[in-house]
Each structure stands twice: as structure tokens, then as C-alpha cells.
């Protein structure tokens, strides 16, 4: 019997934007048929990098991202397999050796600020989504995040937003935006929007359901 392919949704959007928001939602709405893939946790190794050069690291531009396993083990759960994600830890500034099991699922979520920006990924995508927010709004909740779950100052914060996240926000990000199926505005405070998105896909797990039942001997 041939597997039937997920529901493939990427969430894109700038860095505090409230992807997180909209992929908690849908995860809640969709509970165990639906998994997730964070970009954040295909950051690359940096075992052999010096911890002082570690801490300049720019994880706003493409090459920061480990392409390959991201694009490898989307691959596997439209096949129907399990992966084992990677864990980034924040305050090392380096891939964790622990990993996390996810199985494969009716829906897909992959969310990340780059989500939208390759090509080979955008492939691979059934509904491009594009979160979108005012950029104060952004770097407030760029600031309390970093400093609340990953151990940064206020001061480091700042001084990455202006070096690199801003930057490359309007280099890559921003762009991406041209490729999106659908944009949210005020990403998961707009409530209109995101019951848009939930009907979307609470319609393709209903009609999987069907499908899976008139299939039944």
C-alpha cells in the first residue's frame, strides 16, 4: 500500500514574529496526527570552533543552517519514517548531543525564519506561510525570549539585533515573503487569520479521515 504523503506547512516569518504561536496552535488543534521540525534546531555543529568565536556566530543567514539534514529528514517523514531531530543548546552555542524522536505525521509543520527562502525546501512544501509583525514588536519579543529561555543578556541581545539579525532580516527574510501562499498579519495575535489557517487544516485531517475509512475492508 502506497503511503499518502503529509500535509507539508512552513512557517516563515522574522525572528519574534509569533511563529511559535501559530505552530503551537495548530499542533494543539491537530494534536498527535500533526509533528513539528523547528529550524532552530538545524543550527550546525560548532564543536571545533573556539567558544569566544562561537559567540559571534550569525544565526540570521542561510549558511547557518545544516540544509542538508533539515531537507534529509523532511524527506524521511513524507515517507513515512521516524528522524532524529537535533537539539541546539543556546547558551554553548553548539549542537546538543541529544537528539529527539520525531514520528511521522498527517501534518508537518517546519518553522523558521528561513523556512521560505531555499528553494529545495520550498519544494517540499504543501502551504508556504509567511508570519508577519511590526519590527518593535519583533525584537521586544526577540529580547524576553533570548534572555527568558536561552541564557543571554540584555546587552548581547541588542548588540545581535543590530549586527546581524536586522541585517539579515531585510537580506533573506523580508524577501521570502514573495513566496508565501498565505500571510499572516500580527502573526498569532490575529486571530481572524489564524482560524483561516486552522480550518485549512482540519480540513485535510477530516478528509484524510474519510479517505483512511472508505479504504477500511
Not at 539579515?168 to 524577501?175: C, Y
Amino acid at each position: 500500500m502506497s503511503i499518502t504523503p503529509p500535509l507539508v506547512i512552513g512557517l516563515a516569518g522574522g525572528t519574534g514574529s509569533g511563529k511559535t504561536t501559530v505552530a503551537a496552535s495548530l499542533l494543539a488543534m491537530a494534536g498527535e496526527r500533526a509533528a513539528l521540525l523547528p529550524q532552530d534546531a538545524y543550527y550546525r555543529a560548532q564543536g571545533d570552533v573556539p567558544i569566544e568565536v562561537r559567540a559571534r556566530t550569525n544565526y540570521d543567514e542561510p549558511g547557518a543552517f545544516d540544509h542538508e539534514l533539515l531537507v534529509e529528514h523532511v524527506d524521511a517523514l513524507r515517507a513515512g519514517q521516524s528522524v532524529e531531530r537535533p537539539v541546539y543548546d543556546f547558551e554553548r552555542d553548539d549542537r546538543s548531543d541529544r537528539t529527539i524522536t520525531v514520528r511521522s505525521a498527517t501534518v508537518l509543520i517546519i518553522e523558521g525564519i528561513l523556512v521560505l527562502h531555499d528553494a529545495e525546501l520550498r519544494e517540499r512544501l504543501s502551504l508556504k506561510v509567511f508570519v508577519d509583525a511590526p519590527a518593535d514588536e519583533r525584537f521586544i519579543r526577540r529580547l524576553e525570549r533570548d534572555v527568558r529561555e536561552r541564557g543571554r543578556s540584555a546587552t548581547s541581545v541588542i548588540d545581535q539585533y543590530r549586527r546581524t539579525v536586522k541585517p539579515m532580516h531585510d537580506l533573506f527574510v523580508e524577501p521570502s515573503k514573495a513566496h508565501a501562499d498565505l500571510i499572516l498579519p500580527e502573526g498569532g495575535q490575529n486571530r481572524i487569520a489564524l482560524e483561516v489557517l486552522q480550518a485549512f487544516v482540519s480540513y485535510h485531517l477530516e478528509g484524510r479521515r474519510a479517505g483512511l475509512a472508505a479504504a477500511a475492508p
